[in-house]
T-cell receptor, first 115, second 113 residues
Framework: AQSVAQPEDQVNVAEGNPLTVKCTYS??????LFWYVQYPNRGLQFLLK??????LVKGSYGFEAEFNKSQTSFHLKKPSALVSDSALYFC?????????????FGAGTRLFVKA | SQTIHQWPATLVQPVGSPLSLECTVE??????LYWYRQAAGRGLQLLFY??????ISSEVPQNLSASRPQDRQFILSSKKLLLSDSGFYLC????????????FGPGTRLTVT
């Protein structure tokens, strides 16, 4: 079965420090991987995606993610966290079993950045 | 540029009342459309998706239904709401035949009392 796991419910980091939000996946075929961010009482915003090519993907707001095929991981990173990065982050993978129309979302990781 | 609208933003409805939530997309043609429900500010549950006018796929058996009367309009309905229908409802769209990232609307907060 295809799935996405975000092993941490919450990540706490001090402002200015690097942050990592973890994601692992299980898919058949080549993975299409995504990160989304959700601020309180708002819809999700697309941050970045990995389709093919360079394993390090750069996205919005200074975020990047590293695709690691051997570890089936797609961790979200940022070199220097901001208080405004505090939000709920979702990792997601395209569901190749349904012709790609659907996306499987992880349970979400809440990021708290302390000033 | 593309935009997605949802309304209403918030809704309080009594148990047993009907529901109609509307979503429209501007600036694109023939999008894939999705309805999700998010409970308790965490995981997303896919309710319905549509790849074209009149084409609706249901993911979860329940008292909700969806319709797509026009290319860029997606409606979520219920004839009789249950308490368990409370939640945050999100509409999203994606471009057909692309890398499939989704773009979400602002959401509707539904409270069933």
């Amino acid at each position: 079965a295809q799935s996405v796991a975000q092993p941490e419910d919450q990540v706490n980091v001090a402002e200015g420090n690097p942050l990592t939000v973890k994601c692992t996946y299980s898919v058949s075929g080549n993975p299409y991987l995504f990160w989304y961010v959700q601020y309180p009482n708002r819809g999700l915003q697309f941050l970045l995606k990995y389709i093919t090519g360079d394993n390090l993907v750069k996205g919005s707001y200074g975020f990047e993610a590293e695709f690691n095929k051997s570890q089936t991981s797609f961790h979200l990173k940022k070199p220097s966290a901001l208080v405004s990065d505090s939000a709920l982050y979702f990792c997601a993978v395209r569901d190749t079993n349904t012709g790609g129309f659907k996306t499987i979302f992880g349970a979400g990781t809440r990021l708290f950045v302390k000033a | 540029s593309q935009t997605i609208h949802q309304w209403p933003a918030t809704l309080v409805q009594p148990v047993g009342s009907p529901l109609s939530l509307e979503c429209t997309v501007e600036g694109t043609s023939n999008p894939n459309l999705y309805w999700y429900r998010q409970a308790a500010g965490r995981g997303l549950q896919l309710l319905f998706y549509s790849v074209g006018i009149g084409q609706i796929s249901s993911e979860v058996p329940q008292n909700l239904s969806a319709s797509r009367p026009q290319d860029r309009q997606f409606i979520l309905s219920s004839k009789k709401l249950l308490l368990s229908d409370s939640g945050f409802y999100l509409c999203a769209w994606s471009v057909t035949a692309s890398s499939y990232e989704q773009y979400f609307g602002p959401g509707t907060r539904l409270t069933v009392t």
